[in-house]
């Protein structure tokens, strides 16, 4: 490796308590330590200690302008095992790695190909991930033992200034349990994750509720693996005409985390309707069942023993709000999930996407 690409070492507060990371065997549920920080300028002590953590080979639960992600330092390969330990996560399944930036990036490939510098420069940081050739660096627990590394540079402000507190490449999915809803409020990772990671930074809501975009670059023509905050419109527009592929087999090993065909599923089953969906909604609640409903448009209307929630008509709104009401409704403890299904067309393909995953 050459002098640029080289580790820096991360810093460490002089006030820092040595750290030891959990043994999965002796887990406790009070283990996992809850900082709050403000979301737009996060403690730089909280941040410095988060930082450490990562840098000892612990686990941090952060946000992101998307989902809270749950982060390891991406090239101690011990320490990215832990984050499918703690998740329950298929060894098939990769993770994307966190970056600050480009110049980041391309330490951690072996081919940097010219679309992925025009995407960069429009896209990050932001919720866009690449997909491209790794470098001999990059642990094969990031990658599923595939070619290919997934990275992004996030924009949220913890996430950035966790990067900056442990100048450390952060391999990073989302902060759940395997296949589960993804979190967007710490609560969320505390339900899902607490005694089985160190320390979740709460910075409150994330923003945008919905994963990133996953492109794949420098193999044949760019290919669109997940659908996310990023349209198929806005990348076309910097580099031309992509393809599409959405489904991945749980037994092969993945070219991208969030290609799994049952994924970001809430406990209770959920039922995607193109149409009917009062109907299934009456008939299910004359079962008996508790059913919570997503609705969609005017002309729902209540029905005992079912939960209603209007969700927005508008993509960016919706795709904010859908995961913590299905966490809602999962806390709400409703047998049954009926989801009205949004339009389908480009500006709400991300979020059919999610739902289609989380009915399979």
């Known amino acids: 490796m050459t002098d640029e690409g080289k580790r820096k070492e991360p810093r ?17 549920p009070d283990r996992t330590r809850v900082v709050r920080v403000d979301p ?26 998307t989902v809270y992600g749950l982060g390891a330092d991406a090239l101690n390969e011990r320490a ?19 970056v600050p930036d480009a110049e980041a990036a391309r330490r951690l490939t072996s081919r940097w190909p010219a679309e992925a510098d025009r995407l960069t420069a429009d896209f990050w940081p932001g919720a866009l991930t690449l997909v491209l050739p790794k470098s001999r660096d990059v642990p094969e627990a990031v990658t599923a033992g595939g070619p290919t590394v997934a990275i992004r540079a996030p924009s949220h402000p913890v996430a950035r200034a966790l990067l900056d507190a442990c100048r450390l490449p952060i391999a990073a999915p989302s902060a759940n349990r395997s296949n589960r809803l993804s979190p967007t409020r710490a609560e969320h990772v ?4 607490a005694g089985r990671i160190d ?39 910097r580099i031309g005409p992509i393809r599409r592929a959405f489904a991945g087999e749980p037994s092969a090993a993945l070219p991208s985390p969030g290609m799994m065909p049952r994924h970001y599923a809430p406990r209770a089953r959920l039922e995607l309707m193109e149409r009917g969906s009062a109907e299934r909604v009456a008939e299910l609640a004359a079962a008996g069942m508790r059913v919570g409903w997503l609705a969609f448009g005017p002309g729902a209307q209540d ?9 927005p008509d508008d993509p960016a709104t919706y795709g904010a709000l859908l995961f913590a009401r299905l966490h809602e409704l999962d806390a709400a403890s409703v047998d049954r999930i009926v989801v009205d299904s949004p339009p ?12 289609k995953r989380a009915s399979a």
Request: glycine content about 10%; proline content about 11%.
């Open 12 to 28: 460490k507060p002089a006030d820092l308590q040595p750290f030891s990371p959990a043994d999965p065997e002796t887990r406790k």
């Open 40 to 65: 737009e300028r996060p403690d730089p002590a909280a941040v410095a200690e988060a930082g450490a953590i990562l840098a000892q080979g612990g686990l941090v639960a952060f946000p992101t302008e």
């Open 80 to 98: 990215v095992k832990k984050i499918f330990e703690a998740k329950g996560r298929p060894s098939a399944n990769p993770v994307i790695v966190h």
């Open 190 to 193: 505390v339900a899902d994750l």
């Open 199 to 237: 320390l979740i930074l709460d910075g409150g809501q994330t923003p945008g509720g919905i994963e990133s975009t996953v492109l794949r670059l420098g193999d044949g023509p760019p290919l669109l693996l997940r659908p996310g905050l990023v349209g198929p419109a806005e990348i076309e527009a």
């Open 303 to 311: 029905a005992a023993g079912v939960t209603r929630v209007d969700m």
């Open 344 to 355: 389908d067309d480009d500006s709400w393909l991300a979020i059919r996407d999610r739902l």
